[in-house]
Nanobody
Framework: QVHLVESGGGLVQPGGSLRLSCVAS????????MGWYRQAPGKERELVAT???????YYADSVKGRFTISRDNAKNTVYLQMNSLKPEDTAVYYC??????????WGQGTQVTVSS
């Protein structure tokens, strides 16, 4: 079993920054992909960014140039640095870890609200 715990969400003004963290614990396969997804009210969950255990990254077009994903393999931790935040970034952000295309775990989510 794997447990993911997110932190760092909150309320921020447009143009501001937040840094999300997610710590994974349990039986984790060394070759994996960690990522962040988000779900706004009334919308489907969408991919924000992913990073492999070898640090290859992928970003949704909507966050390219504003968000940066990184990870610390020794700590089983993934980060999401979010800059130049917009109201449309408001959502619950979920951490995800997966491997072998069959194993998939989610965190409980952390709320990010961008509003003046």
């Amino acid at each position: 079993q794997v447990h993911l715990v997110e932190s760092g969400g909150g309320l921020v003004q447009p143009g501001g920054s937040l840094r999300l963290s997610c710590v994974a614990s349990g039986s984790i396969f060394s070759i994996n992909i960690m990522g962040w997804y988000r779900q706004a009210p009334g919308k489907e969950r969408e991919l924000v960014a992913t990073i492999t255990s070898s640090s290859r990254t992928y970003y949704a077009d909507s966050v390219k140039g504003r968000f940066t994903i990184s990870r610390d393999n020794a700590k089983n931790t993934v980060y999401l640095q979010m800059n130049s935040l917009k109201p449309e970034d408001t959502a619950v952000y979920y951490c995800n870890i997966n491997w072998l295309r069959t194993v998939n775990y989610w965190g409980q989510g952390t709320q990010v609200t961008v509003s003046s």
